[in-house]
């Protein structure tokens, strides 16, 4: 990952310890936007949705948000009526310091599930995460969030419109309870081109598409998850999101900083090893070809031998076949360990050796490519091992 993380015009952050849940260290972060700010997010699909979620949601519809409020240790999830008043109290609490309005501050959590969310330390930080805001402090805010990450996730891009540079900069958390829809992630990206919410909105979906809802660590989706895009307008550059060039050059910063984002939450998975790439082509659909992928991915049977490095083939064949694919001719179905050829015509190909095998997933990173014969669909998703530390970090999470 990249590790030059420029600043974004219009955009402060700051990090405080306030004792939530940790003890020394930071677990709670602001991200204040510049007056007039445009913003755009997109949330979990868990039905048991935090009260952060319930209530970011509800507060972007009513007003473009000023303040980012986020803390880490304690998702406010699981808590009912009494985790909607601790939400909207935090809100209350950072709004009154800063003199804005409640709905001008957008809450978001993430940690245990089930616990109350004190509003105490709340209460005790806002002023010196008021007073200690900069737009250098992306780093500080990154570690902020963390839960089990073992390490801040940070990606920046620049680009040149006329001659004016426009930054595009995000974070992100996340390391186990990573599926699509989103994950136990929370992503917040921001950039200083000029750009109002509505056509935000759209830019930020086409991007987590092949990012964020592209991932998967262990299947699990969670509660709390949200990505947020905002736009400060500061550069003084205004980009669209049709064919304009500085549209196309600010599509491809987002998708960008988005994709480098979600690479090191499989990077950084609960306990993995290996970073692996499973691409699904000649699929009658889309949808085909992500049922297969996430089959494999989420396969416990395939996942333990990526962390043994065992080319146990019949295991990938296994899962190909659970998929549900319907009218699936075996004969015509072709799996890969990079470029190494596992199965063809339905068995082991011809050529294939264990060696070969081996040397592949003795790498660090690499790709399962199942071709189905079927038709032109393609997809790609990100995944990674389950090792003993996957294990052990779940059993001890709340220890």
């Known amino acids: 990952m990249r590790t030059e993380v420029f600043p974004v015009a219009g955009v402060r952050l700051a990090a405080v310890a306030a004792g939530i849940r940790y003890q020394g260290r930071d677990d709670l972060a602001l991200m204040e936007l510049a007056d007039g700010s445009a913003a755009a997010a997109v949330f979990t699909r868990n039905a048991f949705c935090a009260a952060p979620v319930i209530l970011a949601r509800r507060h972007l519809d009513q007003a473009d948000p000023r303040y980012l409020l986020i803390n880490s240790g304690n998702a406010n999830a699981g808590t009912g009526e009494a985790g909607m008043a601790a939400s909207r109290e935090s809100c209350r609490l950072l709004a009154a310091a800063a003199g804005v309005a409640p709905n001008q501050v957008l809450p978001f959590s993430t940690g245990v599930i089930g616990e109350d969310l004190p509003t105490d330390p709340f209460a005790r930080a806002a002023p010196d995460l008021l007073s200690s805001l900069g ?29 004016k540079t426009v930054t595009v900069t995000g974070m992100s958390k996340g390391s186990g309870m990573i599926r699509p829809d989103m994950a136990t992630m929370l992503a917040f990206v921001a950039t200083d081109a000029l750009i109002s919410s509505s056509r935000l909105q ?24 949200a990505c947020v895009l905002v736009a400060s307008g500061a550069a003084g550059v205004e980009v669209d999101a049709e064919a304009t060039a500085s549209g196309r050059a600010f599509r491809q910063a987002v998708n960008e900083v988005c994709m480098e984002l979600a690479r090191a939450i499989v990077l950084d998975g609960e306990g993995a090893t290996k970073l692996v790439e499973i691409v699904v082509e000649e699929a009658g659909s889309e949808a085909e070809a992500r049922g297969v992928a996430y089959t494999v991915a989420h396969s416990p049977l395939v996942k333990t031998a990526l962390f043994a490095a065992d080319p146990n083939w019949g295991r990938i064949l296994a899962a190909v076949g659970r998929a ?11 799996i890969w360990l990079d ?33 189905l014969g ?14 003993y530390d996957y294990v052990k970090i779940n059993a001890e999470y709340r220890s």
């Open 202 to 225: 759209p830019v930020l979906e086409a991007a987590v598409g092949p990012s964020f809802n592209s991932i998967t660590v262990d299947g699990d989706t969670s509660t709390n998850d």
């Open 135 to 163: 737009e250098d402090n992306w780093l500080p805010a990154a570690r902020a969030i963390m839960t089990t990450d073992t390490v801040p996730k940070l990606a920046s891009r620049r680009f040149q419109v006329e001659g």
């Open 339 to 371: 470029d190494v050829c596992i199965v063809s015509q339905g068995k082991r190909d011809a050529g294939y050796t264990e060696e070969a095998g081996q040397s592949v997933m003795n790498q660090p990173g690499f790709a399962i490519r199942v071709a």
């Open 374 to 387: 079927k038709g032109q669909a393609r997809t790609r998703i990100l995944t990674c091992d389950l090792s």
């Open 324 to 334: 549900g694919v319907s009218n699936l001719d075996i004969s015509k179905v072709r």
